[in-house]
């Protein structure tokens, strides 16, 4: 793969789907679907919002350790990324990245209810095209 940050790119943006997987108290992976992160800054950091009382949230919180995958389906290929996962309540953040869409999980808006934001950076990857796998580090 020549430019992986473009090829992966290109992937993530064309998926309504995501799925991020945490650690859950007995060391076992918990997978879970997802909507598209609502920002992504290359292929390095990916932003999601979700409910602050949910189990993620209490996993992430006690072990960091992730993995992100998106599925291109049509032409069966995928990503998967390694990294943490950080909890993030920081006003700033939240209101720089709240949408009025968001209204209708989160009752409280931005800066009340249960909205936050989870905060992947990856570390390494995986790209699967073409029947064959290829590793690689972000930097």
């Given at each position: 793969m020549r430019n992986p940050a473009e090829t992966i790119g290109n992937l993530i943006d064309k998926q309504s789907i995501s799925y991020i997987s945490s650690v859950d108290e007995n060391g076992y992976p918990n997978t879970k679907a997802m909507l598209a992160p609502v920002r992504r800054e290359g292929i390095k950091t990916f932003y999601w919002h979700t409910n602050s009382?949910?189990?993620?949230v209490n996993q992430y919180r006690n072990n960091p350790?992730?993995?992100?995958?998106?599925?291109d389906k049509r032409?069966?290929?995928g990503?998967?990324?390694?990294?943490?996962?950080?909890?993030?309540?920081?006003?700033n953040i939240k209101k720089e990245i709240?949408?009025?869409?968001?209204?209708?999980?989160?009752q409280g808006g931005a800066d009340g209810g249960?909205?936050?934001?989870?905060?992947?950076?990856?570390?390494?990857?995986?790209?699967?095209s073409n029947f064959r796998s290829e590793d690689f580090i972000i930097d």
């Open positions: 009382p949910s189990m993620r350790k992730a993995c992100i995958y998106f599925c032409f069966f290929r990503v998967m990324l390694k990294g943490v996962m950080e909890v993030v309540d920081d006003m709240w949408k009025d869409e968001f209204s209708i999980y989160y249960d909205f936050i934001l989870l905060k992947f950076t990856s570390e390494t990857g995986r790209f699967y």
